[in-house]
């Protein structure tokens, strides 16, 4: 028991699960976000104040949409984004920077950096709607997600 429960409590969990992502994704796009001061810093996840940090608003102004994803191709694509168990990182930053995954929905989008630890949903103004917490992304990721399915290889 002892060892299933070991095996079992070290399995990373899984955030994003396919039935949910495909009724509510309008629209999938690779985008690069550029540096800022304001990005510059990572936060510790365990900080003094509990962890409470102020996430500053997405800034659409140091984002560019490089290729939004063929409608035929968003299926698959969701599939294999919701089987990655992405594990927590001991640092993140306060907002998205370098190459990025973008999943549109009705009222909010999501975006998980693949160059820097950062997940976070955004209303569609962009403030922010709810943290996922920290992720480390491995690398081969960007090939999972961006080399399998956009015509932009990184």
Request: proline share 5%.
């Amino acid at each position: 028991c002892l060892i299933a429960f070991g095996c079992l409590a070290c399995t990373p969990p899984n955030y994003f699960e396919y039935d949910k992502l495909k009724k509510g994704i309008e629209k999938v796009e690779l985008i690069k976000c550029a540096e800022s001061e304001e990005q510059s810093s990572y936060y510790p996840r365990n900080s003094e104040k509990g962890g409470e940090f102020l996430y500053i608003p997405f800034k659409f102004e140091n984002m560019e949409i490089v290729e939004t994803l063929a409608e035929e191709k968003v299926d698959d694509f969701l599939q294999a984004y919701s089987e990655i168990r992405f594990m927590p990182a001991e640092e993140e930053k306060n907002m998205p920077e370098g190459w990025c995954i973008r999943l549109l929905y009705k009222d909010y989008f999501h975006v998980i950096s693949l160059d820097v630890n950062f997940v976070c949903l955004f209303y569609i103004d962009g403030n922010v709607n709810r943290r996922m917490g920290s992720r480390d992304i491995p690398e081969e990721y960007r090939d999972i997600l961006v080399n399998n399915f956009f015509e932009t290889q990184i």
